[in-house]
């Protein structure tokens, strides 16, 4: 860590030409040091340290203790690729990747994303419904038993189910601030974890499966994978990803809570992160 402090090269100068993907802005701190967490580091820090030089971030990771998640604080990520070359850096906003972590509105978004594709397709049969004969059984006098008008009531095998269900919609409402915001503590949870990854491209030689599974190999403490795109799916990557259950690719469009929680590993391109940020800053339409 002395080290660090006597680093004297300046991140805003090493990493301006490395940020061809990130905020087209440089580093709105001009003076302002960096530290690093759980491979991201951060554009704010006491006034006593120097930034973190280009060479010895991109090569390994700098813990900060007592460092507190969820101060909106813009994070410097590495950016790499399949083979972990060093393609530069990337400026993560502070209002996405840097919230603070609350469960219970997680709880809420997923709750509302299974209750609406939920398909709700179930159907029971009314009275009306039911085949069968309309006359009346018997006589509704003189017989000792019970009266019964017609043999397709909910009491007879075969017969009418009483408020049963119906094809209906499940879905529920939630405001569009809350689903937003949902989606940032998603993906800043997975950043203060350290899984999140940041590619250059989702670029694959060929559309072979071992291929894919030599690079997920690669990746430390990953069990399963979340690969996300700005754009449309490269084809061969949709072929080489399809018979992996533990790997999965969405286009950034598609990026959501549940698919974030279902894999512990999020890998995002350049143009996702983009994406995704211009996202989550467009005013919501009432």
């Not at 061809?20 to 951060?42: D, E, I, M, Q, W």
């Amino acid at each position: 860590m002395r080290a660090l402090l006597r680093a004297a090269s300046v991140l805003r100068r090493a990493a301006a030409p490395a940020l061809g993907g990130g905020r087209a802005a440089p580093l709105p701190h001009k003076n302002l040091p960096a530290v690093c967490l759980n491979g991201y580091s951060t554009l704010l820090a006491p006034a006593n340290e120097v930034l973190i030089p280009q060479e010895l971030l991109s090569s390994k990771t700098v813990w900060t203790p007592n460092r507190e998640l969820g101060q909106y604080e813009d994070l410097v990520a590495r950016v790499t690729n399949f083979h972990n070359e060093d393609k530069g850096f990337m400026v993560l906003d502070g209002d996405v990747f840097d919230v603070p972590i609350r469960k219970d509105i997680v709880h809420r978004v997923v709750r509302w994303q299974l209750a609406k594709r939920q398909q709700g397709t179930h159907s029971t049969k009314t009275i009306s419904e039911v085949s069968g004969t309309g006359r009346k059984p018997y006589n509704q006098k003189g017989t000792g038993r019970a009266r019964h008008g017609t043999l397709r009531g909910p009491q007879f095998r075969g017969g009418a189910t009483m408020h049963g269900p119906k094809p209906r919609s499940h879905a529920i409402k939630l405001q569009k601030k809350v689903r937003r915001l949902g989606l940032k503590i998603a993906l800043s949870a997975r950043t203060a974890e350290g899984k999140l990854l940041v590619f250059d491209d989702l670029e694959v030689p060929s559309h072979k499966t071992k291929n894919i599974v030599q690079y997920i190999g690669q990746m430390e403490g990953t069990k399963k994978v979340l690969l996300v795109d700005g754009g449309d799916i490269d084809k061969k990557l949709k072929l080489a990803t399809q018979n992996l259950h533990y790997v999965n690719v969405l286009p950034s469009i598609g990026l959501n809570v549940y698919s974030i929680l279902q894999h512990d590993t999020l890998v995002m391109t350049r143009n996702a992160i983009n994406r995704i940020v211009e996202r989550m800053h467009t005013p919501i339409s009432r």
